[in-house]
């Protein structure tokens, strides 16, 4: 079979009204968050739990997704720039020779998105009383793999995230980076793969191992981490301290423990509710 290389230069605005434009990347983050709605709600329409407790918990998701995937950027691959730039932590603004420029938020990391919505869901649990942590954990990462699919898709239109030169004619050529030579899509293994843990999930759930406290949840990590860290190969360095600890990327010094904690809950004695 025959493949050749994909030339990649999309703008990544959908559209503007004025000065305010609406960007692909954000755009697949409310895709996200909408169908992790859908999907939480049949869960509970299903499991006969009460919906008024829904909207509570999608704002919970929402605010400690972003919020955590953003500081994971700064703490883990960004803090030699943020710690001269405070202000831009938690605001869409980037400092220029011109002043500041909204921006957007474009570093956002998804080991610190998993941080983020485990101290949210801890947090929501204590108004949540009608099943344990571990139900609703397992019930969360049915919408969370594939709204992390659709976020990958975000990276790919706005060309960032990207994988190593691929050294032949197959790839990805983002030209709007100022290239030639094709990459692999890295962004599009990822999304991809992160697709088929949402398929393997949603099958699981139908059957009795949904009952079995924490497995989802350990398959969930053990899976998608795994995925991570087997792409991390193929992408290019996205900074952090993998300079300090060597042999691997940040990102897949991150995934290590989460993949270990997966095989853990999949493996350990579980209580059946």
């Known amino acids: 079979m025959y493949f050749t290389k994909i030339d990649w230069a999309p703008s990544e605005t959908l559209f503007k009204i004025g000065s305010f434009g609406v960007h692909y990347y954000s755009l697949m983050f409310i895709i996200a968050f909408g169908l992790g709605y859908y999907l939480m709600k049949k869960i509970f329409d299903e499991e006969k739990i009460s919906l008024d407790y829904l909207e509570s918990l999608f704002v919970y998701m929402v605010l400690s997704i972003l919020l955590g995937a953003r500081l994971g950027d700064v703490f883990f691959y960004s ?9 831009e932590i938690l605001l869409p603004i980037r400092d220029t020779p011109n002043g500041y420029t909204f921006t957007g938020f474009r570093g956002l990391a998804s080991h610190g998105a998993v ?3 485990l101290i949210g869901l801890y947090l929501y649990k204590m108004k949540f009383k009608e099943r344990s942590l571990l139900w609703l954990l397992d019930r969360v990462t049915i919408p969370v793999a594939v709204g992390a699919s659709f976020v990958r ?3 790919f239109f706005n060309s960032e995230i990207v994988g190593k030169y691929s050294s032949t004619n197959f790839g990805v050529v983002f030209l709007n980076r100022g290239e030639s030579l094709p990459r692999h899509p890295a962004q599009l293994y990822e999304a991809f793969g992160y697709l ?6 949603r099958q ?3 059957t009795e191992k949904k009952n079995r406290e924490g497995y ?3 398959l969930f990590f053990a899976g998608m981490f795994t995925i991570r860290f087997i792409i991390e190969f193929l992408k290019e360095s996205q900074g952090g301290f993998e300079d300090v600890l060597g042999i691997l990327s940040t990102g897949q010094w991150l995934s290590i423990p989460l993949i270990i904690l997966g095989i853990y ?5 579980q209580k059946t509710v």
């Open 115 to 117: 941080i983020g919505s």
């Open 196 to 201: 088929v843990l949402f398929f393997l999930l």
């Open 265 to 269: 809950f999949m493996v350990r004695p």
């Open 204 to 206: 699981v759930y139908k």
């Open 216 to 218: 989802l949840i350990g």
């Open 153 to 155: 898709l975000g990276n």
């Open 79 to 87: 803090w030699d720039y943020y710690q001269d730039h405070i202000i």
